[in-house]
C-alpha cells in the first residue's frame, strides 16, 4: 500500500492550507486515516483521524480550526487547515491502517508534507 501527500506549503499566520492523502495498491478496507506532524526537535504527534463510520478526533489546539475528511470510494483523506499559527510549523504525514486483499493488517505512511506558518 502507497500513500502520496500533497498540498503543504508556505503561508502567513491566518491563513489556510487543505493536505490530502491518497491511498493506492491492495486495498481491503482501510479501518482508520490519520493526520501526523512533527515540528523540528519536537516527537511526531497525532493531528486528527477519522474512522471508517466517520467519526474523528482532534489534537487539542487544532480543534475548531482543523477538520478531516474522507472519500470512502477513492482511499484519500484530507485535512483543511483554517487559521493557522506559527506553531502549526511541521511535516505533516498521513496515516492509513486498514487490511489488504489477503487479509493482512496494514499500517502505511506518508512521505510527509512541509508547512511553513510566517507569523
Known amino acids: 500500500v502507497q500513500l502520496q501527500a500533497s498540498g503543504g506549503g508556505l503561508v502567513q499566520a491566518g491563513g489556510s492550507l487543505r493536505l490530502s492523502c491518497a491511498a493506492s495498491g491492495s486495498i481491503f478496507g482501510i479501518a482508520a486515516m490519520r493526520w501526523y506532524r512533527q515540528a523540528p526537535g519536537k516527537q511526531r504527534e497525532l493531528v486528527a483521524g477519522i474512522t471508517r463510520g466517520g467519526a474523528s478526533n482532534y489534537e487539542d489546539s487544532v480543534k475548531g480550526r482543523f477538520t478531516i475528511s474522507r472519500d470512502s470510494a477513492k482511499n484519500t483523506v484530507s485535512l483543511q487547515m483554517n487559521s493557522l499559527k506559527p506553531e502549526d510549523t511541521a511535516v505533516y504525514y498521513c496515516?492509513?491502517?486498514?487490511?489488504?486483499?489477503?487479509?493482512?493488517?496494514?499500517?502505511?505512511w506518508g512521505q510527509g508534507t512541509q508547512v511553513t506558518v510566517s507569523s
Open positions: 496515516n492509513v491502517y486498514g487490511l489488504d486483499f489477503r487479509h493482512n493488517a496494514f499500517d502505511a
